[in-house]
């Protein structure tokens, strides 16, 4: 796990005292041992403070000389976590815990291509997103599954956000998965309305994820149908997974299904007073 640490001079005060606080609470709820962590502090540029550890005390360490200047490289706080994780990481899950109060500096589409490349190597990527400045769009799009997107009104915040970050590490117990699912006859799925995105062909939605924790995985697609009644959402849905002692498995799912009716639902009429005469 690589922890991205948001410096920059917009984190000055409360803030990177409220994010310091969180951190250290962070690194204690951690199983270190089993797990390692490493730190990434950005700003103008991101910097590797720590590599891959199980040791408490140095992260605590470097979290303490943590200091706010400069602007937001996004991108760069990527990159480098990707770096430590390729260089340390050995065959462990790599997670990317991307923490950022702010937009980056060169826009949107720099960070989303960052996170894709990441995301393609078989990192998850998880997002705390701390205030009313913060670019949540792009922190939840750039999320490995919506259940990775965290965010916090204000960095007081932080530490009880970081409590629900360290609980869904601490409780992964599959380290990839694949789901798949057909949708039947009659039924058409509404493009690019997959979160996180799918692979659609032929009928076929497929997402590949590189961990699922205890509590499960969200995904998210909407479908168009052409007929009326009860009828299924799919045919078949299944999964396909590598748990974390690296044993192979598979599951099916039930089949939902929805009944569609060719009219909205129409309010009850509210009865009205009327003046009478006497």
Do not use: C
């Not at 470097?62 to 065959?91: K, N, V, Y």
């Not at 062909?201 to 205890?214: N, T």
């Amino acid at each position: 796990i690589v922890l991205a640490f948001d410096r920059s001079l917009s984190m000055l005060g409360p803030p990177l005292a409220d994010a310091k606080a969180a951190a250290h609470e962070f690194i204690d709820r951690l199983e270190l041992g089993p797990s390692r962590l490493g730190l990434v502090t950005y700003a103008d540029w991101a910097t590797a403070e720590v590599r891959l550890t199980s040791q408490a005390l140095v992260l605590h360490r470097a979290i303490d000389r943590i200091e706010a200047d400069g602007t937001t490289d996004i991108p760069d706080a990527l990159r480098e976590a990707g770096r430590m994780l390729d260089r340390d990481g050995g065959s462990n899950l790599p997670i990317i815990v991307l923490m950022s109060d702010g937009k980056n500096t060169t826009g949107p589409d720099a960070v989303r291509q960052q996170a894709a490349i990441q995301q393609a190597a078989g990192r998850a990527i998880l997002t705390v997103a701390i205030g009313p400045y913060a670019d949540s769009e792009v922190m939840r799009a750039i999320a490995s599954t919506p259940d990775d997107a965290f965010e916090a009104d204000r960095s007081g915040d932080l530490a009880d956000l970081y409590r629900r970050v360290a609980a869904r590490l601490s409780s992964v117990v599959v380290r990839w998965v694949r789901m798949e699912g057909v949708v039947p006859d009659g039924v058409v799925y509404v493009p690019d309305s997959a979160e996180p995105p799918a692979d659609y062909a032929h009928g076929g939605l497929a997402w590949e994820l590189p961990f699922a924790s205890a509590d499960g995985v969200s995904l998210r697609y909407a479908l168009r149908t052409t007929r009326l009644g009860r009828q299924p959402t799919n045919r078949w849905a299944r999964a396909l997974f590598e748990d974390s002692s690296g044993r192979a498995g598979s599951a099916e799912f039930p089949v939902p299904e929805v009944r569609v009716v060719d009219t909205l639902p129409t309010a009850t009429p509210t009865p009205t007073a009327t003046a009478t005469a006497t």
